[in-house]
């Protein structure tokens, strides 16, 4: 179990197993993986709109990207209409059992439970969201039939899919676990052992379900047989079985939310609301950073990642107070992201020295509450569309932790997201925003993010996987292309600067290990290390939209 601990960071896939990753089109789709990536290609060709082509996206990620993502887990989707010029987003994130409690991820002895004793098993499954959105965003802005958008995923499962490095490495993480789970064993393990790069995976039950649903719609995969399933890997797990009920799932609703929208150098950057932290914290990073000249210091200055660091630390102490599931507790959106209380923040960083503490301010509107971390593995996937009408998705998805709980229900994964909640339900003798109970969905920091010129026009997007490093990718890449004129490939690619509880870590393996010493004289505690990274953007250029997946992923980008 400690290799597992310790490994979790460790999920940085090697070299790209095709080579365009970069491409110049009209419309562009890209992933985390080549096998969907040509499955959006494919789609658009056929006529599909960016949401059809993002949709068979997710779809295929269910099949060749288990560990990651799937119709067993949720997602944020924000979408821009090319012909409106506006801006939506859905919310398909899972929830908790009706009957859930705050106490869920509580011992015995009254003490949080350890993550690896809580994510394992039927409890962390939250009901899956990602079909609901699905059916939403398709009733929207789809083009083509709902049964088309199936058939690369079910031709994937049929006929195989090879195993790629990333997956491997999840395997190897997680497969230690599987003497206790036979049906992910038997799918993805042979002799005990992780199943080699390059193998052949074939998943008859996962294509048999694709197809019901694709010739069913949504109400299949949440009634009959597929529900039958789920309730059955969830409850009649020896671990951690769970309390979901066939109400639970039929009563599932994505829900539309208005974007949050911020502004940074001029551009206007919209994303995700809460529950996601997403657009919030990335706006809050980017809101204290404004005021520093970061152009002229340029990429390879100790100053601007002294800032960066400041900034993000502040920041987070914001997002781990407040943020949580809106339908269950206030939260000040708009009071996160105003521009005095932001200016306010600003004016505590020094350029010369750090802070001694990153506490949580008080920002307008903001409720009575104590703080309180969540775990948020590092996992998940990205993928963007951009239709020839100019439609734009920018979605992430996910199943939380490496093959999310362990558990397959019709050849899919199911999510362990309910380990996003803050186990501890009190602290200090207040209620958590982001505690566990029934119905809520749990605090994500997930951050699907479109950016507008000032004449509205969409010119950048971008989002990432990597559990609460989401944020800072997504910052450190806009940050990038806005300040330092970094193309979409090089922005996501560039280094990151993230923080754990000893101070800040850079990217192990990066030009950025030569900012360790600087910033340790700024007063800065440094340490190097391997972050978990993986992002996907796409940008407007003068011959059209260009779409790149992160170098260190085997992701694609590909023109219709």
């Given at each position: 179990?400690?290799?597992?601990?310790?490994g979790?960071a460790?999920l940085?896939?090697a070299?790209?197993?095709?080579a365009r990753?970069?491409v110049v089109a009209t419309?562009?789709?890209?992933s985390?993986?080549?096998?969907?990536?040509?499955?959006g290609?494919e789609?658009?060709r056929?006529?599909?709109?960016?949401?059809?082509?993002?949709m068979a996206?997710?779809l295929a990620?269910?099949?060749?990207?288990?560990?990651?993502?799937g119709?067993?887990g949720?997602?944020f989707?924000?979408?821009?209409?090319?012909?409106?010029g506006?801006?939506?987003t859905?919310d398909?994130?899972?929830?908790a059992p009706?009957?859930?409690t705050p106490?869920?991820?509580?011992g015995?002895?009254?003490?949080a439970l350890?993550?690896?004793?809580?994510f394992?098993g039927?409890?962390?499954?939250?009901?899956?969201?990602?079909?609901?959105?699905?059916?939403?965003?398709?009733?929207?802005?789809?083009?083509?039939?709902?049964?088309a958008?199936f058939?690369?995923a079910?031709?994937?499962?049929?006929?195989?899919?090879t195993v790629t490095?990333?997956?491997?490495?999840?395997m190897g993480?997680?497969?230690?676990?599987?003497?206790k789970f036979p049906?992910?064993?038997?799918q993805?393990s042979?002799?005990?052992q992780p199943?080699?790069?390059?193998?052949?995976?074939?998943?008859?039950?996962?294509?048999?379900?694709?197809?019901?649903?694709?010739a069913?719609?949504?109400?299949a995969f949440?009634?009959?047989?597929?529900?039958?399933?789920?309730?059955?890997?969830?409850r009649?797990?020896?671990?951690?079985?769970?309390?979901m009920?066939?109400?639970?799932?039929?009563?599932?609703k994505?829900?539309?939310?208005?974007?949050?929208?911020?502004?940074?150098?001029g551009?206007k950057?919209?994303g995700m609301?809460?529950p996601?932290?997403?657009?919030?914290t990335?706006?809050q990073?980017?809101?204290?950073l404004?005021?520093?000249?970061?152009r002229a210091m340029?990429?390879?200055?100790p100053a601007?990642w002294?800032?960066i660091?400041?900034a993000m630390q502040?920041?987070?102490?914001?997002?781990?107070k407040?943020l949580?599931d809106?339908?269950?507790v206030?939260v000040?959106v708009?009071?996160?992201?105003?521009?005095?209380y932001?200016a306010s923040?600003s004016?505590?960083?020094?350029?010369?020295?750090?802070l001694?503490?990153?506490?949580?301010?008080?920002?307008?509107g903001?409720?009575r509450?104590?703080?309180?971390?969540s775990?948020?593995v590092?996992g998940?996937t990205h993928?963007?569309?951009?239709d020839?009408?100019?439609?734009?998705?920018?979605?992430?998805s996910?199943v939380?932790g490496?093959?999310?709980?362990?558990?397959l229900?019709?050849g899919?994964v199911?999510?362990?997201e309910?380990t996003?909640?803050t186990?501890?339900?009190?602290?200090?003798?207040?209620?958590?925003?982001n505690?566990?109970?029934?119905g809520k969905?749990?605090?994500s920091s997930?951050?699907?993010?479109i950016?507008y010129?000032a004449?509205?026009?969409?010119v950048?997007?971008v989002?990432?996987?990597?559990?609460?490093?989401?944020?800072?990718q997504?910052?450190k890449?806009?940050?990038a292309h806005?300040d330092?004129?970094?193309?979409?490939k090089a922005?996501?690619?560039?280094p990151?600067?993230?923080f754990?509880?000893?101070?800040?870590?850079?990217e192990q393996g990066t030009?950025?290990?030569a900012?360790?010493?600087p910033?340790e004289?700024?007063g800065h505690?440094?340490?190097?290390g391997k972050?978990?990274l993986?992002?996907?953007?796409?940008?407007?250029t003068?011959?059209?939209?260009?779409g790149?997946?992160?170098?260190?992923?085997?992701g694609?980008?590909?023109?219709p």
């Amino acid at each position: 179990m400690n290799k597992f601990l310790l490994g979790v960071a460790l999920l940085v896939p090697a070299a790209p197993i095709a080579a365009r990753d970069t491409v110049v089109a009209t419309g562009t789709v890209t992933s985390a993986d080549p096998r969907a990536t040509q499955a959006g290609q494919e789609i658009l060709r056929q006529g599909g709109s960016a949401t059809d082509a993002a949709m068979a996206m997710m779809l295929a990620l269910t099949v060749v990207e288990p560990q990651s993502s799937g119709i067993g887990g949720g997602g944020f989707l924000v979408h821009h209409d090319g012909r409106r010029g506006t801006i939506d987003t859905i919310d398909g994130r899972e929830t908790a059992p009706a009957t859930a409690t705050p106490q869920r991820f509580v011992g015995p002895d009254g003490r949080a439970l350890p993550y690896l004793l809580s994510f394992p098993g039927g409890k962390s499954v939250g009901v899956p969201g990602n079909i609901r959105l699905m059916a939403m965003a398709e009733k929207k802005w789809g083009k083509l039939p709902w049964k088309a958008l199936f058939a690369p995923a079910i031709r994937l499962a049929e006929g195989g899919y090879t195993v790629t490095r990333p997956m491997n490495g999840a395997m190897g993480l997680t497969g230690p676990l599987w003497d206790k789970f036979p049906t992910i064993a038997a799918q993805y393990s042979a002799n005990g052992q992780p199943l080699p790069i390059g193998t052949t995976v074939k998943n008859p039950a996962l294509a048999r379900a694709l197809r019901d649903i694709a010739a069913r719609g949504p109400d299949a995969f949440y009634t009959g047989a597929n529900a039958a399933a789920i309730l059955a890997a969830t409850r009649g797990t020896t671990v951690a079985p769970s309390d979901m009920t066939a109400a639970d799932l039929t009563g599932y609703k994505a829900k539309e939310r208005a974007a949050v929208c911020g502004t940074y150098r001029g551009y206007k950057v919209c994303g995700m609301g809460p529950p996601s932290s997403g657009a919030t914290t990335v706006l809050q990073v980017l809101g204290m950073l404004e005021r520093f000249d970061l152009r002229a210091m340029g990429k390879d200055s100790p100053a601007a990642w002294h800032l960066i660091g400041e900034a993000m630390q502040l920041a987070y102490a914001d997002r781990d107070k407040y943020l949580g599931d809106p339908d269950f507790v206030a939260v000040p959106v708009a009071g996160l992201i105003d521009k005095g209380y932001l200016a306010s923040r600003s004016a505590l960083i020094r350029p010369d020295a750090t802070l001694p503490a990153y506490a949580a301010g008080n920002p307008p509107g903001a409720p009575r509450r104590t703080a309180a971390l969540s775990p948020d593995v590092p996992g998940t996937t990205h993928f963007i569309a951009v239709d020839k009408a100019g439609d734009i998705v920018s979605m992430t998805s996910t199943v939380e932790g490496p093959f999310g709980s362990q558990l397959l229900a019709n050849g899919y994964v199911l999510n362990n997201e309910l380990t996003d909640f803050t186990a501890a339900p009190e602290k200090d003798g207040m209620p958590v925003a982001n505690r566990v109970q029934g119905g809520k969905r749990p605090l994500s920091s997930m951050a699907p993010t479109i950016v507008y010129d000032a004449g509205g026009k969409p010119v950048f997007t971008v989002g990432a996987a990597g559990g609460k490093t989401i944020i800072m990718q997504v910052a450190k890449a806009l940050i990038a292309h806005f300040d330092w004129g970094l193309d979409a490939k090089a922005s996501i690619g560039l280094p990151l600067l993230f923080f754990n509880g000893d101070g800040l870590v850079i990217e192990q393996g990066t030009a950025l290990e030569a900012m360790k010493a600087p910033l340790e004289a700024l007063g800065h505690r440094v340490t190097i290390g391997k972050l978990g990274l993986k992002a996907n953007a796409a940008e407007r250029t003068a011959t059209g939209w260009v779409g790149a997946a992160d170098p260190r992923s085997v992701g694609t980008a590909l023109q219709p």
